[in-house]
């Protein structure tokens, strides 16, 4: 059986043109807690995770994807990833080494095959978090994380090769053909996934909410504050997640999402579903159609960070 490398995901990292409002909105209405700033990055926490933080933002100039975390097993993990990296001619963007971010730890940083700079790290403290309350709107942890490629398949392999992540499903379109790639690095149905776009970008960020009315709420709650949304309610038949898409404000798509299945690995085959269907976007037909409005936005903006390690 193949070991997963990464044990799970734990903090996607943004550089924003507009922080002030970055902040604002993941702080106020997103529903994050400040964990920590330094200089201009503030760690922002889900109050139901024992993650540190779940997203950092950093003001700068350029907006890019800086990071996406994901947790090792220990010491030894990283150091045996680092070397198989190192072997197959991957970017270590550092050795293994003490990390200086909150909760410390052992890691190191390195690209990816389209390069986006990708973070292991084993030994982080664990944050005091606290159960989420019935009726609580607020994120309990992240969820997942979507990524843009030109080169899917490429990508798809990169991920099998190095880190032993497995495809759960794979979404088809008659004309398109093969899209979107859900990635799994435990027994969640995705803890990532892979769509075919214009340009390598993020895609979009999922944040798990406490159960079905608590996802309903923190919906309400941005439809209400006039947030932009992109696409939903409803529930994907991949994963069986139910799914709100909004935009943040400097354009990066993030979700509410609850209920994300959770596999009996031993017997998962995985499917290759033609979202042309309704149902397979939307099993409860509530949504909005899946469009070029939400194609487009979903492909955000050309990344300013490829194969550029972020300064922190
Ligand atoms: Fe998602």
Redesign the pocket.
Known sequence: MTEYAFTHLRHVALAVPDFDKQLDFYTRQWGLSVAGTDGDTTYLAAEGSPEQYVVRIRKATDKRLDLISYGAADAAAVDTLAEKLGRGGVQLINEPGTLQTPGGGYGFRFFDNDGRTIEISADVAVRRHRKVEEGEAIPVKL??V?VNTTDPEGTVAFYEKYFGFKVSDILMHPRMGNMMWFMRTNSFHHSM?IARGPHPALH?A?FEMRGLDEYMRGTGKMLRAGVEKIWGPGRHLAGN?T?SYFLDPNGNTM?Y?TELEVLDEDTWHPHLYDFSEPEVTDQWGTANAMDEFVAAKSFNDVDKGLFVAPPV
């Open positions: 969820s997942h979507v996934a979009h999922s997640n799914f979700e999402t």
